[in-house]
Every structure is written in C-alpha cells, then in structure tokens.
C-alpha cells in the first residue's frame, strides 16, 4: 500500500562512511575513480534497514523535517524515513509525497567540482539523486516530489525542475514551512514551484524522533562570520539548549549512536557575537560527557581563530574528555584560504577576533 509520506535521502548521504564521518565527502567523488565495489565497501557502506524499508540512522536534516511533520499533526504511522534502497517496500498507491534531502544534486558544488575538475565524471551523490527521481516505485505511483537540504538553491529554475520531475524546492529552513506543504501535498492539491523556507527560532525547532547519521547532534544553527560564499553564515545564529540537546543524546544512545556535537564552530556555543563563551561550552561538554550511556563526546566543526582565542577553554576540555595524543579529538575548521589577501577581501569575520 505504501506509506502517505516518505522521506528518504541519496544512497550517498545514507552512510556513516565507516565512523569517519568526513569520509562523506566522498559522495563527491566522481565515478569511475575507484570501482563502485569499493566505493560502496569501503568509502560509503549503506546504512542498516529495517525490515519495513526505514533506516535506522539518517541524516539530521531529514530526521528534522520528519520531526517537524510528527509535531504538525501527521501520525508516526503515515510517515517513514527510508532507505533508499528499500523505497519498493514503502512506496506505493497510498503515498502522496516524496521528500528527498539533498546536498548536491546536480553536482556543481564547490567540493564536487573540486574532485570533478581534476578527474572528470560525473558525481555519486548526482547519480544517486537521479536514480530516486527514476526508481521504479517513484515513477509507477508518481507521489509529490519535495526537494530540501544545502543543496535545494540549485533547483530553483523551473526547467531545472521540470526535466527531472520535481514538484516542489524547499530553499532554506523547512521545518515551519514542511508541514502545511505536505498537508498539500497528501491532500492533493496544487503545490508550488520553489518555497522558501523561514527563520525558526529556538523553541521551534524540533526533537528528532529518530538516530542520525554517526549521531550527529545539532547544537547551533547559523555563523556569523559573513564569509561570502557560505549558506550558513546567511543563516541567523541560534543556539540551542542543553535540555534540547540532551534530549537527541537520548536518541541516538537509543541507536547505539555516541553523541557528535555539530555546529558551525562548536566553540561558539551561546557565544556573545563572536566571542567564545567559555562556560557555556564548559556546560555543553560536561553535560553531554556525564549523560548516562555517553561513552564518548565528538565534534563536528570549530574554527581555528576560536581555539587561538581560548587555549584555556581548549586545555579544560581535552582534561575533561580525557584526551591524549593517543587520544585526541578533531573536526573540520573550513579553512578555504591562507592568503591573506583573499582573506581580506571574502572572509574577514574568518579569523576574527584577530585580523588578516
């Protein structure tokens, strides 16, 4: 019969790459540069179903929009989050609309192109997109096709859309704008070409209901640092509670998923502008580590000018974590430059509070 509503993301995003979770940049990888039983061995492992065709794990994003649709009213049993190789069993004459969490659909991304340039082909997550849009379920029932993620901006022209059989892109934040559009959507009715999501504050954004993808926790949404060519940094930056926080620890601990803390720059949390709160994110850190079940804290993200600013803060957190070299705790600081130059002239809240 088929679920009424079914959220599922590209075989690409549904992956823990291995616990290494920046091994996802891999979904930008062109094919055909290492064999794809390889590539889908080694570099990008599917993420386990079960036996309905949902995942057990899924990216944040997707579990946000599934927690937003539960919260305006939708019952846990007209909504699933799929596998993307199991949308045969969840998909059929009762489903209404498709939503698909997307990075880089097309593949012109700045990380995509990157790889793209220097060996040709064409991207894993682009293909993968294309085989949802073409999956055979998809085309027999032909359910409302959403589109959102970081990657939504790219399907804002309507011959964009149309040649792949897109209904509707959800460019920005979704959670306020995702249930009256599915509401749409299930009941029929006309949707419209490109919706643009709105601004939700802190209370408004909701619990996941489901584990993530290696149990990424949303901390902090938005920057700050104006960089130019950066989606987040057009965001505004809100940080959320602890309580919230500790609530989606439960979750993924639930899943055998350990907690890792993401935000654009974890030092920030509950900043005052763009200076680190230092007991604040003393509190984050401690509250998490001494969650019953929390063996272990990651992070995502930090920028460097953040850990320069506070070597203390850096030094209590590596003692209360119990890091060593053996040991140690690392993520991704975004750093796109080191010309000072360019700097200047693109990303001067990058290095702040220190100057080019």
């Not at 509503?5 to 920046?22: C, K, N, P, Q, W």
């Not at 990075?103 to 990380?111: S, T």
């Not at 029932?141 to 959800?170: C, F, H, M, N």
């Not at 009715?189 to 802190?202: A, F, M």
Request: net charge negative; glycine share 10%; aromatic share 8%.
């Amino acid at each position: 019969m088929g679920y009424p509503i079914v959220l599922t993301a590209d075989r690409t995003l549904m992956s823990e790459y291995g616990g290494a979770i920046f091994l996802g940049f891999s979904a930008c990888v062109p094919k055909g540069l290492v064999p794809d039983s390889v590539y889908f061995r080694i570099f990008c492992p599917p993420v386990e179903a079960n036996n309905d065709g949902s995942a057990v794990v899924a990216p944040n994003g997707t579990r946000k929009i599934e927690a937003a649709l539960l919260d305006y009213g939708f019952k846990r049993e007209d909504v699933i989050v799929a596998h993307p190789e199991h949308l045969h069993k969840v998909i059929g004459p009762e489903t209404k609309a498709l939503g698909i969490t997307e990075n880089d659909p097309l593949g012109i991304g700045p990380a995509t192109t990157t790889f793209t340039e220097i060996f040709g082909g064409e991207a894993y997550m682009a293909i993968k997109f294309r085989e949802i849009l073409n999956h055979p379920a998809v085309k027999k029932y032909r359910p409302k096709i959403i589109v959102g993620g970081a990657g939504a901006w790219q399907l804002e022209d309507e011959e964009v859309r149309r040649s792949l059989g897109i209904d509707t892109v959800v460019i920005g934040e979704g959670e306020k704008v995702a249930g009256p559009l599915f509401e749409k959507a299930v009941n029929g009715e006309n949707l419209p070409g490109v919706v643009y999501g709105e601004v939700v504050d802190v209370d408004e954004i909701p619990v996941i209901r489901g584990a993530t993808i290696d149990g990424i926790i949303e901390i902090a949404r938005g920057c700050g640092r104006g960089c130019d060519f950066c989606v987040p940094t057009l965001q505004r930056f809100r940080c959320l509670p602890i309580e919230h926080i500790l609530k989606e620890v439960e979750v993924n601990l639930r899943a055998g998923r350990q907690p890792i803390l993401h935000a654009e720059d974890v030092l920030r949390y509950k900043a005052r502008g763009l200076e680190v709160n230092k007991q604040a994110v003393i509190d984050l850190f401690k509250s998490v580590k001494n969650y019953p079940g929390v063996k272990g804290v990651g992070i995502s993200h930090f920028a460097l000018a953040s850990v320069v600013s506070a070597p203390d803060l850096i030094e209590e957190i590596s003692g209360m974590l119990n890091l060593t070299s053996n040991r140690w705790l690392s993520g991704q600081t975004g750093i796109e430059s080191g010309s000072p130059k360019i700097i200047d002239m693109h990303m001067r809240g990058k290095c702040k509070p220190y100057s080019p």
